[in-house]
């Protein structure tokens, strides 16, 4: 926003956060975001706070907060949305604009609209699409921008206020759907829905690929040239992670019920489903092709939960490394960017930083997340010349398995012969 030539403020509760912030350090790993963060606060545009009375004087109010899974169930925890609408009230003035773009439950705006009703502000719900690792880029240009508005005279108002505040991506007539607060609520959950449905769908057919000989990569290649298909989205191997399409699904799922419609999305439980198994395939590939486990040493190459990314919620790959772990083996965890955090969620894993000294005498190597680190600058030649263990697991289906079997190894991948 800074960036875009907007005056920002943004505030927090972690203190940690915030200095760190106003000093310019981006308090996670996302590409692109400390050289723009450094300039934003050298600008003087960008400044940070944790201090809820510094958002008074400002005319536009996003609201940003995470709505995490329940503990012990599977609707969204709103605890954080509705504190920070609570501390943000008393500084709400006439005409200012509340923009949701949190991802709640649907039904949630119209309650958050009507508890700042008497400080005269207008509430759009404005849902966000940015992937991690592409954060930057899809946040200045989006493929679409949506704004839920209240059916009165002050909901166009404020979308007018959103178009000028999305400036650059109006000006290159990105989509610019105005619709009402429960649609937009909807479509970021049916978007995060059906990515989660395209990749279980895919993973589905590496399940029947297992059992017939058939390769699951080149089926994704080649129903994902029809156009209606595509190919995105059909990356099969131990599935999807992090913290939205796990938690997103399960939210809806728990909304709906709520709804009474619960068997409308009774479909995203199977694709939850799915989803786990081949986290469990991943493992039991590796039993097998060792013939069991206990005490072997097995090196895990990736812990977030895609590449581009140092986010280890709910991550497929740590999932697999604890699972081993639990089988007996001596499992090394390696990472570019996630050690810090994966430490912290599972201290009892050994993690090691450098790839090749994490490779050494490995007895079999997992590939769990499709760095370029290991999928494409990591060849069986020089893999070789670290151990003499010769059993690769391709859990993300990114290697090529004619060079890895060409060099002596054992390939496995999820759904490929
Ligand atoms: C996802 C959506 O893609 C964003 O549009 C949305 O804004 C975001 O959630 C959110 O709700 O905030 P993100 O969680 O960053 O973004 O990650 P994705 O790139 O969608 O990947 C999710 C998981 O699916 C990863 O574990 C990834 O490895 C896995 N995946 C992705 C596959 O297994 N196969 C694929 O073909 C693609």
Same mark, same amino acid.
């Not at 999932?319 to 955090?341: E, K, Q």
């Given at each position: 926003?800074?960036?875009?030539?907007?005056?920002?403020?943004?505030?927090?509760?972690?203190l940690d956060k915030i200095d760190a912030l106003s000093r310019g350090e981006a308090p996670f790993y996302e590409p692109g975001l400390p050289e723009i963060l450094v300039e934003g606060v050298a600008s003087g545009r960008l400044r940070f706070s944790a201090d809820i009375s510094d958002a008074a004087g400002a005319q536009v109010h996003f609201l940003a907060v995470g709505t995490p899974q329940q503990p012990g169930g599977y609707a969204a925890d709103l605890t954080f949305v509705d504190a920070a609408v609570d501390a943000l009230i008393p500084h709400l003035a006439p005409g200012d604009v509340l923009a949701g773009k949190s991802t709640v439950p649907v039904g949630t705006a119209v309650g958050i609209a009507e508890?700042?009703?008497?400080?005269?502000?207008?509430?759009?719900?404005?849902?966000?699409?940015?992937?991690?690792g592409w954060a930057v880029q899809d946040t200045i240009t989006p493929d679409r921008l949506v704004v839920g508005i209240p059916k009165d005279a002050g909901g166009e108002r404020a979308a007018g206020i959103l178009r000028e505040v999305y400036h650059p991506a109006v000006a290159a007539e990105t989509p610019f759907i105005v619709t009402d607060y429960a649609t937009a609520e909807l479509v970021k959950v049916a978007a995060n829905a059906f990515l989660a449905?395209?990749?279980s769908f895919i993973n589905a057919m590496a399940?029947?690929?297992?059992?017939t000989g %058939?390769? $699951? #990569?080149?089926?994704a290649d080649a129903i994902g040239h029809d156009s209606r298909i595509g190919r995105r989205y059909l990356g099969s191997g131990i599935g999807f992670g992090g913290g939205c399409l796990p938690k997103d699904i399960r939210a809806f799922s728990a909304r709906a019920e709520e709804l009474?419609?619960?068997?409308?999305?009774?479909?995203?439980r199977e694709m939850d489903a799915i989803n786990l198994r081949r986290r469990a395939r991943a493992v039991r590939l590796t039993i097998d092709a060792l013939d069991g486990v206990y005490e072997k040493n097995i090196t895990v190459l990736g812990a977030a939960f895609k590449p581009h990314s140092d986010d280890v919620r709910d991550s497929p790959a740590l999932?697999?490394?604890?699972?081993?772990?639990?089988?007996? %083996?001596? $499992? #090394?965890?390696?990472?570019?960017?996630?050690?810090?955090?994966a430490r912290r969620l599972h201290p009892q894993l050994t993690y090691v930083e450098d790839r090749d000294e994490a490779l050494r005498d490995a007895d079999a190597i997992l590939i769990v997340t499709e760095w370029d680190e290991y999928r494409r600058q990591l060849s069986p030649e020089h893999a070789s010349s670290l151990t003499d263990g010769r059993v690769i697991i391709d859990g993300r289906n990114c290697l090529d398995a004619a060079a890895w079997r060409d060099a002596g190894?054992?390939?496995f991948g999820m759904g490929r012969p």
């Open positions: 926003m800074a960036s875009i030539g907007h005056e920002v403020i943004g505030i927090d509760v972690d508890r700042i009703r008497s400080t005269g502000a207008t509430l759009v719900w404005n849902p966000e699409f940015l992937r991690e449905t395209k990749i399940e029947i690929a297992e059992v %058939a390769d $699951v #990569t080149q089926l009474g419609r619960g068997e409308s999305i009774a479909f995203l999932d697999v490394a604890i699972h081993l772990r639990g089988f007996g %083996a001596n $499992v #090394t965890v390696t990472d570019p960017a996630a050690i810090p955090n190894w054992r390939y």
